[in-house]
């Protein structure tokens, strides 16, 4: 495998660091699940979409799978309703930026080490040898990753993984209605920027890092069944099932602080600013972002606003 296939598939997935939880793999604790879901109003037929009503403006937090497959379109009506009816869209981030010259040279510069350290004497030697076991397993070759950072290495044999199974970033929810309002020339709107996202992972301490690749590794046997489940638990609105696969981040505080937490309450003063115009926005995130204690959607509810699953 060389180094700059495995960063054409990396610049792919980068709006996807977060993917490695979207998916449910990592995570082994109860920890997010909303016990009173049921308080918030649910329209028929409902969709990983929700519409959030303010005394002055309407807005729409749309759950984005970050992957999928040609047969998952079209989508329910229901997105294309409230995108149609916006009159313009945040993401995560400004999707054209991801395959400049910039954003290549930040994945390499954070991605890679570049000071002669490498794989085998950044990881414990017992996690090396786990490693190692398991790419084989998946037939890979760690050698072709020493180079790579474990955050790294753990997103890079993600993306390759999914990609056997057939799932495609330019695919996902978030591209598909990106390129929807750039044709229709609606304005568009990044909440963070992509080196904000590499940042997430690479800010990590190295012990962390290292938990973290081993357990996507170990996960990742079974990535067709999650992912498959995902999907169907996302494509019929279930939110309690999608909670049930992506909960129990109690192991992971740090992780889910860096990833979920601090990015949503980062999020929140853009939101709240959209609530305040005076046509309505379409918003698509992570559909991780919207669920939970944590999620965007309980917290808006907390705020007072009128809340609506579509």
Not at 89 to 113: C, H, I, T, W
Request: charged share 20%; net charge negative; hydrophobic share 45%.
């Amino acid at each position: 495998m060389r180094i700059p296939k495995v960063m054409e598939i990396i610049s792919c997935m980068v709006r996807s660091l977060t993917m490695l939880v979207v998916v449910g793999l990592v995570w082994g604790n109860p920890a997010l699940a909303i016990k009173d879901a049921q308080e918030f109003l649910i329209g028929e037929n409902p969709q990983i979409l929700w519409k959030v009503q303010s005394s002055q403006n309407t807005i729409y937090l749309a759950g984005s799978i970050h992957v999928l497959q040609k047969h998952h379109y079209p989508l329910h009506h229901a997105f294309n309703d409230a995108f149609n009816e916006s009159s313009r869209a945040m993401f995560e981030v400004n999707l054209d930026g991801l395959s400049s010259p910039l954003a290549q040279m930040n994945m390499l510069r954070k991605g890679l080490y570049r000071n002669g350290e490498s794989l085998p004497n950044v990881l414990s030697q017992e996690g090396y040898a786990t490693a190692k076991t398991n790419l084989t397993e998946l037939g890979m070759h760690i050698e072709d990753f020493h180079r790579m950072k474990p955050w790294m290495t753990a997103t890079a044999v993600m993306a390759l993984e999914l990609q056997k199974l057939g799932f495609e970033s330019a695919l996902g929810v978030d591209q598909h209605f990106f390129e929807k309002a750039r044709a229709a020339g609606k304005g568009i709107q990044g909440l963070e920027t992509v080196e904000f996202q590499l940042n997430l992972f690479d800010q990590l301490p190295a012990a962390i890092q290292e938990q973290f690749l081993l357990q996507t590794l170990e996960d990742l046997k079974t990535l067709g069944t999650q992912v498959s489940d995902m999907v169907k638990a996302w494509q019929q609105g279930n939110v309690q099932e999608l909670e049930t696969l992506l909960e129990g981040m109690g192991e992971y505080p740090e992780l889910h602080q860096a990833l979920v937490v601090n990015r949503n309450n980062d999020w929140l003063p853009h939101i709240e600013k959209a609530l305040q115009e005076k046509e309505p926005v379409f918003i698509v995130v992570g559909a991780l972002h919207l669920l939970g204690k944590d999620g965007l959607v309980a917290i808006l509810k907390e705020k007072g606003y009128l809340i609506q699953q579509l």
